[in-house]
């Protein structure tokens, strides 16, 4: 394939690496970790590996060899892969593709012995009179410039196993998922950049994939890689991604950094969001409730709007304003019965929540005193309770309409909307989709009649009720739709937290000369910008994207990350909470290389741009973990590991690098079990 023009892809996505030369940079950031081991060594697969792992080599200062594999076309459809022959002798071979395609044993070893002697004629050009690098008891770094079915690297694999290495890394600038896992299972560590979706090809992740000759193969294993120093820095400098990532890092004691890094970050911004990649880890909490008190005595942030449902955060909301009934901040979290109910009813929550309250009681203003809402829109029935209760208070017939267009949910057997939701989606019920949205639009057409009866206190009941009217709305919508596929209900529900942020920062700013400035707290995976991630390349929004678009340079996006240490997660969706232990992060991970820079710090700060220079470390993709409130550790690779170019998906990460566990107010007995030490009873 020749030189690739902009816009060729026809995935409609810009190519990932210059060329394989910049490839081979970026996955040495990735395998950082092995830098200086002596008993290292890397393959490149020839010829089209060889630059990708030169520079891979060079950065590690490691030895670099060729291994030369084969492609074992199809006779006649030379195209399609039925195996591949690789240095040695090793043969493998897709049986199910052999018959499929009806070669017959004699077509087969035509095509193998034709291979074989290329193979041969190409590893003694290559080699010029140098035996094979002897790999047993070593580490094997095994590049190419990318994998499409994996035919090529099996064969590899499976011939590197009979030299008893002590370990098999596969590093790849691109690959299908699906390749990615099955190498995954087969090898010690698998690297790889991107995974684009949809998969066309190789040489679609390059804007330069021309032909590579044997002259630049055999000019490359002739250049030495082990006297080198290695590669990355910030922006010009040099030295190891560690020092690169210490050059910017700012203090952050517990996760906290100055008021002034705080503010200088934020600048004019009115929307601030703030991650966390659990639900469940104490400094996360802490941390953020910390940067957020900042921001409100400092910056004159108003509102905290959470990743939680609207009817529940509005009791908090009342109390913290000296509004309801509530008597205590422990009582006013009690609204938070739905699973998981740690995430807002713990020890840290209590203590902002009480925060607020005792400094919104100092203001006389009611207008100036700052709230706490819900983005979420998991509250189907206590969103329609709300509803119905404010019309009984406002207009009885319209209660009235309310309860009969609600009555189509009266199918449901449980609170989550789950059983509506699976039978509107497959026939087995009615849908209820026009009675809400009718019910929505009934509700805004009264708003001004209602909202000027008594003031401020009526708008904000009536903006209240709409919010709820604007739930039900779009969890009809969710639940019907979760049955379908994911990515159709994930941006359902992150749209709907960017419409009640929206429509939040309106109902602040009326009557001011400027926005209302709001902090969101989320998980990383809703608070950074999808487009930045795999799961954007499948189609996934998130908030903080949807935000980005919306208010441009008014926003900032802030992610925190921990190594390891304990974290309060269920095993299964709606099960206890438990204290789990995190395990350490995957040496090809953003967290890893944060680990790594920390030192004795324990926190610190990263903007991924300083002085206008985007912080060349944080570029490439890497594996960025994500903990929700389900952490399953047996199969965390799969189950918690996603790929994401930091730079782009968020504007600073907080990393604090051991952590523990989020301590719910309701403390179970599996809970505190889950905090006794593995030695336990010898260590007493």
């Not at 309801?324 to 009813?345: K, N, Q, V």
Request: with cysteine; hydrophobic share 40%.
């Amino acid at each position: 394939m020749g030189r690739r023009t902009a816009g060729s892809d026809a995935s409609g996505a810009a190519p990932a690496f210059r060329d394989r030369r910049e490839a081979g940079r970026v996955l040495a950031r990735l395998l950082e970790t092995y830098r200086g081991d002596p008993d290292v060594i890397v393959l490149g697969l020839a010829r089209g590996g060889i630059p990708v792992a030169w520079e891979v080599a060079s950065a590690l200062g490691a030895p670099l060899d060729a291994f030369v594999v084969r492609k074992i076309g199809a006779p006649g459809r030379e195209e399609f892969a039925v195996g591949a022959l690789a240095s040695g002798g090793r043969l493998v071979v897709n049986d199910d593709m052999v018959r499929d395609l009806r070669i017959s044993a004699e077509q087969l070893r035509e095509v193998v012995d034709r291979e074989g002697r290329e193979l041969i004629r190409r590893e003694a050009v290559y080699r010029q009179g140098r035996p094979p690098a002897d790999v047993s008891g070593r580490t094997v770094i095994v590049v190419d410039d990318g994998l499409a079915t994996g035919a090529s690297m099996f064969a590899v694999v499976d011939t590197l196993r009979t030299a008893d290495p002590a370990k098999i890394v596969v590093a790849v600038p691109a690959a299908p998922e699906s390749t990615y896992r099955e190498l995954s299972a087969m090898v010690d560590e698998m690297v790889c950049a991107t995974m684009p979706s949809p998969f066309l090809a190789v040489g679609q992740s390059f804007w330069d994939f021309s032909q590579v000759s044997d002259d630049e193969v055999r000019d490359l294993l002739s250049t030495p890689t082990t006297a080198t120093k290695g590669t990355g820095n910030v922006a010009g400098g040099s030295g190891s991604a560690v020092d690169a990532i210490r050059a910017v890092a700012l203090d952050a004691p517990s996760g906290v950094p100055s008021t002034e890094a705080i503010l200088d970050l934020v600048g004019g911004a009115n929307v601030v969001l703030i991650g966390e990649s659990s639900h469940g880890t104490h400094e996360f909490y802490s941390a953020r409730a910390e940067i957020t008190k900042r921001l409100i005595e400092e910056a004159g942030f108003e509102a905290v709007a959470a990743e939680a449902d609207w009817p529940d955060a509005y009791r908090v909301d009342r109390y913290v304003r000296g509004g309801g009934t509530d008597t205590s901040a422990e009582m006013s979290l009690r609204g938070f019965e739905r699973f998981p109910g740690w995430m807002w009813r713990n020890t840290v929550m209590v203590e902002f929540t009480q925060w607020l309250r005792d400094r919104n009681d100092r203001i006389d203003d009611p207008r100036a005193r700052t709230g706490f809402y819900g983005l979420d829109l998991y509250s189907l029935h206590r969103s329609m309770n709300q509803v119905v209760e404010y019309l009984d208070t406002v207009d009885r017939a319209a209660a009235d309409r309310a309860r009969e267009r609600y009555g189509c949910f009266d199918l449901l057997s449980g609170e989550d909307g789950q059983s509506y939701g699976y039978a509107a989606a497959f026939g087995a019920g009615e849908s209820c989709e026009t009675q809400a949205v009718d019910q929505l639009v009934d509700l805004r057409a009264s708003a001004a009649a209602y909202a000027h009866r008594d003031g401020q206190m009526a708008e904000d009941e009536q903006f209240h009720a709409e919010r709820n009217a604007s739930s039900v709305r779009d969890a009809e919508a969710y639940y019907r739709t979760m049955f379908g596929g994911r990515v159709s209900s994930w941006n359902l529900r992150d749209r709907h937290m960017v419409d009640t942020l929206d429509a939040l920062i309106t109902h602040l700013g009326r009557g001011k000369n400027s926005p209302a400035k709001v902090v969101v707290w989320a998980h990383n995976s809703h608070v950074g910008d999808a487009r930045a991630t795999e799961m954007g390349a499948h189609g996934e929004l998130t908030v903080g994207q949807l935000v980005r678009e919306l208010y441009g340079n008014r926003c900032r996006l802030i992610g925190l990350t921990t190594h390891d240490g304990t974290v309060t997660a269920s095993s299964t969706w709606g099960g206890p909470a438990e204290c789990k232990v995190v395990r350490p992060s995957l040496s090809t991970s953003i967290e890893s290389l944060l680990h790594e820079a920390v030192g004795e710090r324990g926190a610190f700060m990263i903007p991924t741009t300083v002085d206008g220079r985007v912080v060349d470390v944080v570029k490439p993709p890497r594996l960025e973990r994500a903990i929700g409130v389900i952490y399953r550790p047996e199969t965390e690779r799969q189950s918690h590991y996603f790929h994401a170019r930091v730079a782009e998906q968020f504007d600073a990460i907080i990393h604090i690098d051991k952590t523990t566990a989020l301590e719910p107010l309701n403390r179970t007995s599996l809970w505190v079990a889950g905090q006794v030490p593995e030695t336990y009873p010898s260590a007493l």
